[in-house]
């Protein structure tokens, strides 16, 4: 997730231009704990609402990646 890999994955990304000085704050301090770890997800989840929005970009990129390509008027 998230806070256990090397980069940052799209809801931390997302809520970095909301709540910048928390969530940067966090992902330099590369936390080991799971109690700072959960209090992070849940302020993503709850406060910044970073993983609704992610979840709604993905589901959008889907749509639009499952939807067969446009037809080509060859004349």
Known sequence: ???GMGAPAEPGITSIGIYSSF???VLQKRP????LKQYTIDHLRFTTGSF?????VMTELEQQVRQPPPLLFVP
């Open 1 to 3: 997730m998230l806070l």
């Open 23 to 25: 969530t940067l704050d």
């Open 32 to 35: 080991t704990t799971p109690t």
């Open 52 to 56: 609704d929005y992610t979840l709604k």
